[in-house]
């Protein structure tokens, strides 16, 4: 009971801003999606990224460790999604990266928070700086059908985590005004995506359903399958392996259908994908917290 209990007050006030941002829409007032995921995208975020980088107070060694683990896990979960997608005749545009990148900001991090504390966020943190370059980089590349290496350079969260990770790895830390100005914006990174998740499902259609319903399944399975023996083979412990697990299992994220229409893949499809994988997770995350914490 202690257990359930515990994974209830982790989850609910994540799936709570969820909901406030659903109930927004669904009552009719206005919520400019494109602005706030922007704004979130490009300067809330980024500002989280780096200044939770900047500093962080994790020792070298668990640094390396959790940033090898989720380089070699969402190089594992690439292969077997290639595989798929090619095995099921699928559009590689399409179907590829939704597949292989989960919400890891959004959902991640604040169950990360809520779960395992600061130190937990700083872990959650490294692992989506590693899929925010991964998805910003190979994952825009592959949603553009390789024509837009331009666009993965003007990205700012790329920017924000490699400068974060010189700072921490030099040791460098910025004025103490102006990291306290990027501490503020950065803090409104976590309820922004909570929100605008909401906002998002509200929106989105499902499309095909019965074959999106099987994606979702086989995503989670999959990502959760694959990160836990890496995360035990790369000898994580305790807080660093329960958020690997929690962060690499997240469901599709909203930043996949907003990629897929801007360009030009199966937007619908991908929209599917968001909203059912994000009703699935409602049982898979509780699920995995109840294993880890």
Do not use: H
């Not at 350079?153 to 005004?177: D, N």
């Amino acid at each position: 009971m202690n257990v359930v209990l515990t994974v209830a007050e982790i989850v609910a006030p994540v799936f709570l801003l969820a909901a406030v941002g659903f109930t927004w829409v669904k009552l009719g007032y206005e919520y400019r999606l494109r602005f706030v995921t922007q704004l979130g995208m490009t300067l809330a975020v980024p500002c989280l990224l780096f200044t939770a980088l900047m500093q962080s107070e994790m020792d070298p060694d668990s640094l390396s460790a959790v940033s090898l683990a989720a380089v070699a896990a969402y190089g594992a979960i690439t292969l077997v999604f290639w595989l798929l997608v090619k095995v099921m005749g699928l559009d590689r545009r399409t179907f590829l990266a939704p597949l292989i990148f989960g919400n890891t900001g959004n959902l991640g991090f604040p169950l990360a928070l809520f779960a395992f504390g600061d130190l937990g966020l700083e872990y959650a943190v490294v692992i989506f700086a590693v899929m925010a370059v991964y998805s910003f980089t190979f994952g825009v590349w592959l949603v553009s059908g390789g024509s837009s290496l331009i666009a993965v350079v003007k990205e700012p969260m790329v920017g924000a985590t490699i400068l974060g990770g010189i700072f921490l790895w030099q040791g460098w830390e910025t004025p103490r005004f102006l990291t306290n100005a990027l501490s503020l914006i950065g803090q409104m990174a976590i309820p922004l995506m909570l929100i605008t998740l909401g906002v998002a499902l509200a929106r989105l259609k499902p499309a095909r359903l019965g074959l999106t319903v099987w994606l979702s399944i086989l995503k989670a399975a999959i990502c959760v399958a694959i990160a836990w023996p890496i995360g035990l083979w790369m000898g994580l412990e305790g807080v660093a392996f329960g958020v690997l697990v929690l962060q690499v299992g997240t469901p599709v994220a909203v930043t996949s259908y907003m990629l897929a229409e801007k360009y030009g893949a199966d937007s619908d499809a991908v929209a599917g994908l968001v909203v059912v994988s994000t009703l699935l997770s409602v049982g898979v995350l509780p699920l995995i917290l109840a294993f880890v914490i």
